[in-house]
């Protein structure tokens, strides 16, 4: 267990979970699926295909990315918040993906498409994280996170934390859909950490 005299530690954890996504994908979540979903069906409508399964697999796979998209999965139609947990979204995505593995090396215009499911799923987690963190919204110091981690809330950060570092684990392995239900776990766990810490002059509009 990680404890408050690891603070330092935790902050180096953090900024190496949260960096990854310096990428040129530029939306919410849902925007980027959008754009995948997009990229998917001009791969269906304008590459050669050596067997017939592989269109239906693509073809399932837009059906997932589909089912992704419906707004009543997403909180107030914003595409940047998933509704309740998500769960409905993570699983989606996750078959899709699933399906185009099946694809591996007979479709090679697929290739950076279970990748792109990926960025935007995990996306929602660790924007989630930094919420929680309060990393760019509120004031936040090492000692808040000491005392949160040790009164016991601060561990659903932490497990936050460990599921989203799996999550780039499975990525670096290019074991997408792994990656995906880690980042599915990590979610979840944010949603459990304690609401962030406001500053006083936030509380006040005066910031």
Request: glycine share 6%; aromatic share 6%; net charge negative.
């Amino acid at each position: 267990m990680m404890r408050a005299r690891n603070q330092a530690a935790f902050w180096g954890v953090m900024t190496l979970g949260l960096s990854i996504f310096a990428t040129n994908a530029t939306g919410g979540p849902r925007d980027l699926l959008v754009q995948t979903q997009l990229d998917l069906q001009n791969v269906l409508s304008t590459a050669s295909f050596e067997e017939e399964k592989d269109i239906q697999r693509l073809e399932k796979a837009d059906d997932r990315l589909a089912e992704s998209l419906n707004l009543d999965f997403w909180a107030d139609g914003s595409g940047n918040v998933p509704e309740d947990d998500g769960k409905k979204i993570f699983y989606a995505v996750r078959k899709a993906a699933k399906e185009l593995e099946k694809t591996e090396g007979r479709v090679p215009e697929v290739a950076g498409l279970p990748d792109a499911m990926f960025v935007a799923t995990c996306t929602i987690s660790r924007d989630e994280i930094m919420y929680r963190l309060g990393s760019t919204m509120v004031d936040l110091d090492q000692q808040t996170v000491a005392d949160l981690i040790e009164d016991g809330q601060g561990k659903e950060l932490e497990k936050a934390l460990e599921k989203y570092l799996s999550a780039l684990e499975d990525r670096a392995q290019n074991e997408i859909p792994d990656a995906i239900k880690a980042c599915k776990d990590a979610f979840k766990h944010a949603l459990k950490a304690p609401e962030p810490v406001v500053s006083s002059c936030e509380a006040l509009g005066t910031c």
